[in-house]
């Protein structure tokens, strides 16, 4: 046998494992990225109509080599895999014992396309590189024979049958292998060598298994390329970026059947004790050569690449690229994968200048000077030498670290009182000033600017067009949040990706399904894109608190408003969209803009700029009309208080909000409020006494009255008393924190324990109303309840274009009024059913099964409120169907606005529920907390306002 293999050719050797009869092992070759020009795409062949014992399914090549029962210490098998588009070869083999199969040399000749890039050596010890071919699908030949087989392959033919020749996967063959759920546990003695590869020969590494539980007769190669295998885990629940259910949070063998950008449906994956065990190979690289291609590709490459592919194929974003932005994409494909990875680590930094010498990443490679120079000979990055004429002084100098600006100054000779950076910065700017001795010498600015640009050396900062188009792919891939910053919102998105493949966050099975097209063209995206670039600017300066620069970009935003408003194309195009994707268009972005820059002028008491934008926002109602109640109740207060606006108009104000058709509840009880208080005011005499009028303006003074007087609205009214209980505590003073903290126990040794009102209040009804139970959480506890009773339609796979990403924690439309039409009819037919067929034990088995199926999914449910399901049953069981019907009916009718204002307490005992709202000192309820309270009491509930009175305002000393 030795003397047999010494006689073959350099092949690939594969060591079996020793396992059960039923046990298959699959050794998988993965292809590498490759960074040359593409080859044109061959012809997409179907292997398993050409070729006996090779099968295609998804591009992906299984062939299974038969082994010849007759002969007992060898067999062959010879199969021609032709020239085809596939992504993975997949070689699947029988065995029970060890022994070793032999793929020629030539079986890996030719390999090469987008997922190859391999390294050899010629007979003189020169590396050669071969393989480096872009293209979608890549030429591969393979030939496979001479397999040889040790004498216990006996066992192995045994297990199988008699059977002979080349035989096609059968169903059951397929089925095993995408629901294993079984990794190779990592083999600590593993390392890669030095391999020295012959071009000639093209002889490739050696591989053995390293499952935990190999046989005894197997021995461990330290040679072996395989490095990082992931051991298998007994997480539930867990999802690979497919969307398939695995049982590790790791890779998957099911992971390897499904791509990332394919449909989330979820599928069933059974387990088997004798599932096939996963390899995967990879190609080493000449260790003594430290700057080759890292050999496992970061998350966040892999995941920023997906994003690309995923967004560039979908037909709905096709219209959206035009030929530059199609040439930025290849060319960023055919990029090195060190390049590659710099750029995508620098994607994701704050968009700035930056020193190369300062950037260090050493997993990628030790000196980053060939890797900057590919991306700058791309144009991926832009070097600071191309643009030093358009960049000023100042912002050269604030690119220098201190040390660098500490050295300009030396040689400048210019020193300061400062220090510091900003100090010798003034300084140096001060020196520009001045005018040269010899009018032909150059100026102090130029001087400077030269000497500056020699001490930041290689200086860097990515190409805005390259930039632009990527971050517009993260959102077409993904709707932004208003909140997010451009720079966070790719992070996070690849951040998600990572947890989500490591099973450490869950999200909910959808169905992506996009019917509606929110983009029209190219330029409708661009003008969002641009406007939420103002958005993340404004919101930075609001949380700044620089007012002045708020209001310079409420300004751009407030013109660009208007041209978007007097576009008829572009108003009918987004009238027609859905509110719920109107959000995502410049003309809403503009608007949040505009009413933050409202805010700025606030801040400024500039008052009169402040109540004309809020006009103007008033005479829209496409954009934001969820906003409208606030934009109302600003007004109002403005021509009230700062503006001294006369009672007509104020009366006009009020009526025309009373009016408005988007104007919510707890709005509409804040402004019928104000007009009860305006029309007080009106009927009481003036303080002062009128001047004497002539007899026409008494009476048209006396006419304006009756006007003011008379009303034909209809006015929101709640409950004018609502049940109010008083506790008293004894108060601890917290100077770090504005909240009230008492001392809710005070045990016989003197020791006291602090709590918040909420909690004290808790163990009040605790101790004197015998409530066993309690949580304060506010509107989170009913928000769960409606979650888990109503899983099944708020994520309905009918529902289109509710999941546009697959990394949603709840549709898109949830905060919107499309949420309760679209389902009105499966919403409207559970509601019926609660209220009039099921009974309790039908309400709690509901509930249970989706907190079976769906624990610490990411979704509306906080996981958090309730220990367990029995505590969550519980709670439903005593407050009854009736109730929690209504107020899920509540919640799915404008859950955005309802999800807040709720109690803040929910206690129980076997025998009520009461909803609790707690006050401090000094607090007072909210118009959207009285409507709650009303609403409660209205539906049989029983809730009440709890003040907690401080009995004592002394410091407490424990």
Known sequence: MKSAKNNRKPSIKAKGFQASPNQQRITKFFQKPSSQNAQPEPPNLNASSHVPGVLEINKKIYFKPTLDAEKNKTAQCSTKLPVMAVDEVILISDSESDHELDIPAAAMKGISGPHTCTTSRNGNGENNSDGLQSSKYFEMAVEASKAVVTEDTKQCDNSMGSDSGDEILSQLDIDEIISSQEMLSPSKSDRLSNTSLNSSENVTPKVINTSSSKSPKAKVNY???????????????????????????????????????????????????????????????????????????????????????????????????????????????????????????????????????????????????????????????????????????????????????????KQMNVTSKKKTKDGLEVALLALTKTKPVFATACSVETIMKRKTLELLGPTYQLNGTCRALFSRMFVMHSPPQYWEDEQEQSSNQLLKMLMSDNGKMLYPQCNINKTTIIYTNRDDLLRFHDAWTIHCSITAHTESKEWEEVVKLGENAFALLQENLQDSEIRNNDEDLPSFLRVYKAGSVLTRIVWLAVEGYQKLKNYKVATSYIHFLLKQNIYLSQYRGRWHERLVINQKQYLKTPLEERKFTLVSALKDEFLQESHKLCISERFDRLMEEIQKPPKKKAKTLASNDATTSKANLDTLLETSIDLFRVCEELPVRTISGEKLLNPNSGKSVFIS??????????????????????????????????????????????????????????????????????????????????????????????????????????????????????????????????????????????????????????????????????????????????????????????????????????????????????
């Open 745 to 958: 126990q005070q045990d016989d040794d003197g020791s006291t324990e602090a709590s918040s009102v909420e909690l004290f209040a808790i163990s009040y009804y605790q101790k004197h109303e015998g409530y066993m139970h309690g949580i304060h959480a506010e509107g989170a506890v009913v928000c769960s309840l409606f979650g888990l009773l109503f899983w099944d339609e708020i994520y309905s796979e009918e529902i289109s274009d509710a999941f546009h990403s697959q990394y949603q924690i709840a549709p898109l439309d949830l905060n919107f009024k499309e949420f309760f039409t679209r389902r009105q009819g499966i919403i409207l037919d559970k509601l019926q059913g609660m209220r009039s067929s099921w009974s309790i034990q039908d309400a709690m088995d509901v509930l249970e099964k989706n907190w079976n199926q769906h624990l610490n999914v990411l979704s509306i449910v906080n996981w958090s409120v309730f220990p367990d399901v029995e505590l969550a049953k519980s709670l439903l069981s005593r407050l009854g169907l009736r109730v929690m019907s209504d107020i899920c009916e509540r919640l799915a009718r404008n859950f955005r606005h309802w999800r807040s204002g709720f109690p803040d307490l929910v206690l129980w005992n076997y025998k009520d529920v009461i909803f609790v709202e707690v006050k401090g000192p000094g607090d007072s309820l909210s118009f959207k907390q009285k409507v709650w309270l009303d609403f409660l009491l209205t539906i049989g509930a029983k809730a009440e306002v709890c003040h907690v009175q401080a009995v004592s305002n002394k410091k407490i000393r424990t």
């Open 223 to 409: 040679f072996s390329p395989l490095r990082r295998l992931n051991s298998p885990s007994k997480t539930k629940n867990s999802r690979n970026s497919g969307g398939m259910k695995s049982s590790s949070p790791g890779r998957s063998s099911s992971q390897n059947f499904k791509s990332p950008n394919s449909n989330r449906k979820q599928s069933v994956v059974r387990e088997h004790d004798n599932s096939p065990k996963v390899k995967k190979l990879r190609f080493p690289e000449d260790a003594s050569d430290s700057t080759s291609t890292p050999q496992f590709v970061p998350y966040f490459l892999k995941n920023f690449t997906s994003i690309i592919d995923s967004v560039s194929e979908d037909p709905h974003s096709t219209h959206l690229f035009n030929e530059e932005d199609a040439s930025i994409i290849c060319k960023f494909r055919s990029l090195s994968t060190n390049a590659k990875l710099l750029y995508v680590r620098l994607f994701l930094r704050k968009w700035k200048w930056k020193i190369a010498s300062s950037i260090k990443y050493p997993e990628i490679k030790d000196d980053l000077t060939s890797v900057f120079e590919e991306l700058h000979s791309a144009a991926f990055i832009v070097e600071i030498r191309d643009v030093k004429d358009e960049l000023e002084l100042k912002s050269l100098l604030e690119i220098l670290s201190a040390e660098q600006i500490a050295a300009l100054a």
